[in-house]
């Protein structure tokens, strides 16, 4: 997407001068410029952004702020004015700047839709284009009422995730640190109680262990480092990425469950944009690349194509093999009936409700694992220590 700044006159003559609009070309851009009635004297493409600050909105922000556009809209301020209040009540420089360039380009005439494209990267495709069909349709004040539910959900779920998290995290720092306590603190005290005799086998090992973890500590947090900026590259290599998001969707025991939060997002969205008029093969485009996922995102390249060629939706997304049975029957009942929008809705709300049980067994699968983990650092401890204490105590009697 390109942004060209350009110089036009209206209809009744009025100049608009330095205004923006994003376009895939300039056929594209002129295109635009005649739907809107202008006339167009001078243009010029431009790839710099008028802001030196680029704030990607979080899904907190979105929900905030797509509830302050729907009070504004239905009580019947017109969009200049809204945008023009959002700008101020930001409380962050950053989103006040973003807004305060959106209110701008509207103000001059731009559509919404086009001035948030023109701030890159700020708002996510999905709003973008569900924005765009409210325009089109004549019902921007409905479309925001529906993006402020899906990021209002979207929060209160990425919330539960995060909370549901906190005690297996915690649980993690408190079992690193009973490891490092028990091998920098108490084993040395330990250490002149036994002699050359007993440093052998496990006890020495251990004991060895010991003395690297604080002369070398060093090495220890450096190569955690290592390992954590290892994985982050290898992640953004595509081929492993995709290893690792088919894992997550395939994984035995967490495998099903992440793809029952993955469903419910995907219903949601998917529901959000059809509903809106936008076309179901770019609702199928914008709706799997949400998840975030590259094997999801992937196999469905082929549901788009055979959907374009006159295939079901439902027996396209059923040779993915991603989603369960029971979501695939619902899909296709909702072609069968004509009512797909409304039973995906439903189907989303059902979905999120069995996502909030996954994440809780997902949790409930760490924690053991971190238990496990301390019981066995503790448990090599004593097998080391104590039949060394033993002994020593033995010849000492002797």
Known sequence: MKTFV????????????NAR??????????????????????????NARKSNTLHKFKTKELSYNCRQLSAMLTSGLTLVRTLDILAKEQTKPAPR????EIYEEVQKGQSFSEALKMQQGAFPSFMVSMIQAGESSGSLDVIIQRLESHYDKENKLNNKIKGAM??????????VGIVVALFTFIMPTFKDLLTEEDMKGLTGFLFAFSDSLIQRWYIYIGTVIAIVLVITYLLKVETVRFKFDRLLCKGPGFGKLITKIYTGRFARCLSS????GIPMVEALERS???????????????????VKQGETLSSSIQRTGIFESIFVSIIYVGEESGALDTILEKTAAFYEEEAEEAIQRLVGMIEPIMIIIMGVAVLLVIAGILPALYNGMGNIAR
């Open 288 to 306: 799997s690349a949400i998840l975030n996922n590259s094997f999801i995102e992937k196999a469905f390249i082929n549901v788009v194509d055979e």
């Open 21 to 46: 609009m994003s376009a895939e070309n300039v056929n594209d851009f002129l295109d635009k410029i005649n739907e809107k009635g202008l006339f167009c004297s001078s243009y010029k493409e431009t």
């Open 6 to 17: 350009y110089t036009a006159t209206d209809v009744q003559g009025n100049t608009i001068k």
């Open 273 to 276: 944009l059809y509903s809106s």
């Open 97 to 100: 700047q973003v807004f305060q």
């Open 166 to 175: 906190m005690y297996p995290i915690i649980l993690a720092v408190l079992c």
